[in-house]
């Protein structure tokens, strides 16, 4: 977190090691669950990503940038009608 980093280099200076810095205790999700879960993760651990793991494996990061883009465009998606189409 931004906070941590700042924090560090305040104490320690520029010379601060990586793991010294870094969070050990952070929400995942599998790359194999629902988004609404990952939302729901979002929300209980109030961060910014999320490693996705397959089989334990790191294979991707979500963000909540990366899930509010997939709702606006899937919003926008529902909303088109084919041509032609009457309703």
Known sequence: MRA?????????GQGSAIANIMR??????EDTEMLET???????????????LRKQVL???????????FIAIRAALKSLRPVGVDT
Do not use: Y
């Open 4 to 12: 941590d980093l700042f924090a560090s280099l305040a104490q320690n």
């Open 24 to 29: 050990r205790d952070f929400a995942i999700v």
């Open 38 to 52: 990952a939302f729901e993760r979002f929300q209980s651990c109030k961060c910014l990503s999320l490693p996705v």
């Open 59 to 69: 294979v991707g990061l979500l963000t909540m940038e990366n899930v509010g883009e």
